[in-house]
């Protein structure tokens, strides 16, 4: 049942009453006012919890349209929903152009406003969410912005908190995408150094010949090119953090210099011919099971001991499942806000292909999921599955054979209603609370077209 405060404002008390206990009925809360100044004064109490405004549009002491930036401003996350007697086009579009979520016209919006009221609702709940999430996110890089709850990145974290105040090093362990420099970040900030730099280096991303200049630095004339002396990412990083991503691309010879800067904190720049004092620590992340690689003959093994003091697995996506609906949530209205596009959430089924994918490319494929998706969809409707990329629809299959399957039961719910609202497929879709293009791809997929 729908839960949240709803705020009514109409001069026509016996209307509304009517609109409060129908309203009352579904679960709301509902706070009334006769008119714009006992209205403001109620959201001045209530800014916080109101999510949506039903204001009249002829009130004793204003224009209701003219009312939405002071609403706007009042209460930051309501939407607002218009009600008149005698509607215009007009004053409809001068409505929506404010920023209203809807505009009804009274005697005629009986069937309308409960479903108006719940889709402006989930709406002010989505933006309330976003909102704290982007506080969260928009912070400096701490544990608490990690968006998620589950237990694997629970222990993770906790295995981080644990060693970010010293200056031990640590390897994080996990799969392209999962989140390392993340954790990374929220290490270094987490500890003394969190006033000095944090250097971060993708040792994939550099041509392994540039990879020990850029690391190390260079003396004049070190080499054809070296037309002055040039400080490395080491030095940059002194009395910080270094973050070495993707460890495992360095060179054998690298590894050892590297060896050297964790066993005595100094090295020797190309062309030099005395030693360089830092004071950095360092975390590493890798893709790679670097104990094999140094069974291998890739990795050296001394390197492998003195980097893995501390080591902590970065889960994959596919083990945070619980943790998708919200991180899609994020990532949606974030592309949202870019767009300039209202999305209101998703469909029950979008949310359950995006739960049973196995996201081999963990956050970062969830979030260039959502990107594509937010520039698809139409505004204005909760996201469908049509608007994921075609692999989420792979698993599909065939139409259920029938016994108690959930795609069996829900085949034959879908039928029966088919059968009694005699093919009506857009009553058929609100009834089931799913988009019109998703029940028309149900059909298809359980054989049921009429």
Not at 146 to 172: E, F, H, K, Y
Not at 187 to 205: M, Y
């Amino acid at each position: 049942m729908p839960t949240g405060t709803l705020l009514i404002i109409d001069d026509e008390a016996r209307l509304r009453q009517l609109l409060a206990r129908v309203l009352e009925l579904e679960g709301y809360a509902v706070l009334q006012a006769p008119d714009a100044a006992r209205g403001f004064e109620l959201l001045r109490d209530h800014a916080a919890e109101v999510l949506v405004i039903l204001s009249d549009v002829k009130l004793p002491d204003a224009h209701g349209v003219d009312l939405l930036p002071r609403f706007r401003a009042a209460a930051p996350d309501a939407e607002v929903v218009l009600l008149t007697a005698f509607g215009t086009i007009a004053d409809g579009v001068r409505a929506m152009k404010q920023g209203a979520f809807d505009y009804l016209t009274k005697g005629d919006f009986e069937q309308q406003l409960v479903v108006v009221v719940e889709r402006a609702a989930d709406k002010a709940r989505l933006r309330q969410r976003l909102a704290a999430l982007e506080r969260r996110v928009g912070q400096r890089a701490n544990f608490d912005a990690m968006i998620g709850t589950s237990p694997a990145l629970r222990r993770a974290q906790d295995l981080a908190r644990q060693v970010a105040p010293t200056d031990s090093t640590v390897l994080l362990e996990g799969p392209t995408g999962a989140g390392k420099e993340l954790f990374a970040q929220a290490l270094h900030e987490a500890s003394g150094r969190r006033q000095k730099a944090f250097v971060a280096v993708n040792c994939s991303a550099f041509p392994r010949d540039l990879l020990e200049s850029e690391l190390f630095g260079y003396k004049k004339g070190a080499f054809t090119g070296a037309l002055g002396d040039k400080k490395g990412l080491l030095e940059e990083a002194n009395g910080g953090t270094l973050f070495l991503d993707e460890i495992g691309e360095l060179e054998l010879n690298v590894q050892a210099k590297f060896l050297r800067v964790l066993e005595l904190q100094q090295f020797t720049k190309l062309g030099d011919t005395k030693p360089t004092q830092v004071n950095v620590r360092l975390v590493a992340a890798t893709n790679r099971n670097l104990k094999q690689e140094a069974a291998d003959g890739n990795f050296r093994l001394d390197l492998y001991y003195r980097l893995s003091v501390f080591t902590i697995v970065v889960p994959p996506l596919s083990a945070r499942t619980a943790d998708v609906p919200l991180l899609a949530e994020y990532f949606l209205q974030h592309f949202a806000a870019r767009l300039a596009k209202r999305l209101p959430g998703f469909e029950p089924d979008a949310l359950r292909l995006l739960q049973a994918y196995a996201w081999p490319g963990n956050v970062r494929e969830l979030k260039n999921v959502l990107e594509r998706a937010a520039i698809l969809a139409p505004a204005g409707q909760p996201l469908a599955p049509d608007y994921l990329p075609d692999e989420f629809h792979a698993r599909a299959g065939a139409p259920p054979a029938g016994g108690d399957s959930l795609r069996a039961l829900e085949a034959q719910h879908i039928g029966r209603l088919m059968r009694e609202r005699a093919g009506d497929k857009p009553d058929v879709a609100k009834r089931l609370g799913i988009g019109l293009t998703t029940l028309y791809r149900k059909l298809q997929e359980y054989g049921l077209e009429q």
